[in-house]
């Protein structure tokens, strides 16, 4: 097998300015919220509501402002008889 060689004239460096890496930094916020009612002491009803955000993938940027794509998040809504 032949060792890759890359030629450092094709890739240019990226400037990280103060405002670049501020928005390497983030901040979240997530809540969840249930509920159970227990109708006879042997059946429950529930009800759970929740959010949730994932860090930003750092392996990737959008140009042209060189900036961290934006956390994924997610919502669910759980219910049922218990």
């Given at each position: 097998?032949?060792?890759v060689t890359i030629?450092?004239?094709r ?20 809540y ?24 930003p ?26």
């Amino acid at each position: 097998m032949r060792p890759v060689t890359i030629d450092p004239g094709r890739f240019k460096e990226l400037d990280f300015t103060d405002e670049i890496a501020d928005s390497l930094s983030y901040k979240t916020t997530t809540y969840t919220v249930g509920a159970v009612y227990h109708l006879t002491p042997k059946f429950s009803v529930f009800y759970n509501m929740a959010n949730n955000n994932a860090a930003p993938s750092n392996n990737s940027i959008i140009l042209p402002d060189k900036k961290l794509p934006p956390p994924t998040n997610g919502e669910t809504n759980d219910y049922g008889l218990g």
